[in-house]
């Protein structure tokens, strides 16, 4: 079936900025709720958001087989649970009537009050209702930078990176969209030459500038997905801040890896770009340094993406301070060789399961995806504009993630991905 929604001629009677993040060549989805306090399954064109709960109700999706209900709940679950087939049509719908020389909705004043709002008319919810979370270790320069610090440059890589994804379980249930305070967060750490841990607030809070892709319902127990067979278990990418305090997991990583050092928030942009959309920005993986064994060996090349990546630090006076720009194509490891892994012992992929990229960095020092590498721990502070120093993050900073893809012929982008930092409260 053609992807008709990405062609890169058609135009929208709704108002876009000239590039701006959703063109109706993206046709995102995601969750809000209406100023009416209605929770809708809706898309995007443009600053608008659009409901697709109404609009199929009204007879939109009129030659497209749904249920009735498949836009009228909280979570795009049942959606992604139907598959490829039906998310083009869906896509593709949403592009016909939208086009700019589709008269059928365009037209119809009636119609269009209650299917169209103004972004700031809605809030954002939660796209997903998230069953699992896995949290990869997929880019070399990250995991090489790392192993630098902590090992030294000789044992930078463990001697299974080269061979095989590794990732470890995250906890779903502190998933949290766009906008959500992030608590700095109390733990054990050990102070610098000492034996005896101390308990307190994080001083090490950073980033991991990620993206995440989320699955359909993919396997059954026992049965592993073929990395040919991967991407159509696919749905789309968010971006992700996946949280991390660096001195309550150095304490506790060893010998089951991250704990409460991670699974204290993970934040994700609002808006579900699907893998359609970003067809066109298909491009080379990086050649890979070993042939890896035949579960996870790749026929084609070009399973990686072209999209650039940008994290901010905004200050409570206002000041906007770029920290990185980085790119996903960066990342040794494709998303069929993390879905395959991850699937090899039999292990049952669901709708709505959410896999993180790792924190993705590229070559160079301001391609470095945490402040962890950016401050290379801590000996090299970032100086902002108005004059103070960051090792890592303060109460009241603000970090916020954008994400797009570009070529000749148009933008499509992720919007931001922002969290702002709140003080620790202390346990009772």
């Not at 090899?344 to 945490?370: E, H």
């Not at 401050?375 to 090299?380: F, P, R, V, Y």
Request: charged fraction near 25%.
């Amino acid at each position: 079936m053609l992807i008709k929604a990405n062609d890169p001629k058609r135009k929208s009677w709704l108002k876009v900025e000239k590039g701006c993040d959703f063109p109706i060549q993206n046709i995102p989805f995601g969750v809000f709720i209406t100023k009416d306090d209605i929770i809708t399954i809706g898309t995007r064109i443009g600053e608008y958001a659009i409901d697709l709960g109404a609009f199929h109700q009204l007879g939109y999706f009129d030659d497209v087989p749904l249920t009735d209900d498949m836009f009228m709940q909280d979570s795009l679950n049942d959606f992604i649970s139907d598959g490829r087939k039906t998310w083009r049509l869906v896509r593709n719908k949403i592009a016909e009537v939208f086009d700019a020389e589709n008269p059928r909705l365009r037209d119809n004043e009636k119609h269009k009050e209650i299917i169209i709002f103004n972004l700031e008319e809605v809030e954002m919810l939660l796209p997903i209702s998230v069953g699992d979370y896995t949290d990869f270790y997929s880019s070399k320069e990250h995991a090489t930078n790392v192993g630098v610090m902590f090992r030294g440059k000789d044992n930078a890589l463990m001697p299974n990176w080269l061979h095989m994804p590794i990732g470890y379980h995250g906890r779903s249930s502190s998933v949290v969209v766009s906008g959500t305070p992030i608590r700095r967060p109390y733990g054990q750490s050990i102070p610098k030459g000492e034996e005896t841990p101390v308990f307190g607030p994080t001083k090490s809070l950073d980033m991991e500038v990620e993206t995440a892709f989320i699955t359909t319902d993919a396997n059954n127990l026992g049965e592993p997905i073929s990395i040919d067979e991967a991407r159509e278990y696919i749905f789309g990418m968010v971006l992700l801040n996946d949280w991390s305090a660096r001195d309550i997991q150095k304490w506790e990583y060893a010998p089951l890896g991250p704990f409460l050092g991670k699974n204290f928030a993970s934040t994700i942009s609002p808006w579900i770009v699907t893998m359609d959309a970003l067809e066109p920005f298909r491009c080379e993986s990086p050649k890979q340094d070993l042939t890896p064994l035949s579960y996870l060996n790749q026929k084609t090349t070009n399973n990686s993406f072209d999209i650039k990546l940008r994290a901010t630090l905004e200050t409570e006076n206002g000041d906007i301070n770029e920290l990185c720009k980085t790119n996903f194509k960066y990342l040794y490891w494709s998303m069929e060789q993390q879905l395959a892994h991850h699937s090899i012992n039999g292990c049952n992929v669901r709708s709505g399961d959410m896999m993180g990229s790792g924190t993705i960095s590229g070559p160079t020092k301001n391609s470095y995806g945490s402040m962890l590498e950016l401050s290379w721990a801590g000996k090299e502070p970032i100086t902002l504009k108005d004059g103070t120093t960051r090792v890592f993050f303060n109460d009241g900073d603000k970090v916020i993630l954008k994400g797009y893809c570009k070529n000749d012929e148009v933008s499509i982008g992720f919007g931001k991905c922002i969290g702002k930092i709140l003080p620790a409260v202390k346990p009772k």
